[in-house]
């Protein structure tokens, strides 16, 4: 199995930043592909960024130029730095992990965090 267990949510004033981490235990060679998703209340839950074992990196339309993921592989650990930060950024953060999975499909995830809540503040 594979545990993943978020941190770094947090209140934040718009236009303020936050970075939150994910770590990643157990079975690590499963989390080749990690990513970033959130669910706001009454919505849907959707990615926001994900990336591969070669590095390379997908956004969602509504956070790109203001949202970096990036992962320390030594630590299995990622990363997603918050900048600009919105008040429609305001949901729960969840961690997820898989072999390989798209962005925009959450049920293909097989691994997720608990979650950690963001807030900002208008």
């Known amino acids: 199995q594979v545990q993943l267990v978020e941190s770094g949510g947090g209140s934040v004033q718009a236009g303020g930043s936050l970075r939150l981490s994910c770590a990643a235990s157990?079975?690590?060679?499963?989390?080749?592909?990690m990513g970033w998703f959130r669910q706001a209340p009454g919505k849907e839950r959707e990615g926001v960024a994900a990336i591969d074992s070669d590095g390379s990196t997908s956004y969602a339309d509504f956070v790109k130029g203001r949202f970096t993921i990036s992962k320390d592989n030594a630590k299995n650990t990622l990363y997603l730095q918050m900048n600009s930060l919105k008040p429609e950024d305001t949901a729960v953060y969840y961690c997820?992990?898989?072999?390989?999975?798209?962005?925009?499909?959450?049920?293909?995830?097989?691994?997720w965090g608990q979650g950690t809540q963001v807030t900002v503040a208008s």
């Open positions: 157990g079975y690590t060679y499963r989390t080749k592909c």
């Open positions: 997820a992990a898989d072999l390989s999975a798209r962005l925009w499909v959450a049920s293909e995830w097989g691994y």
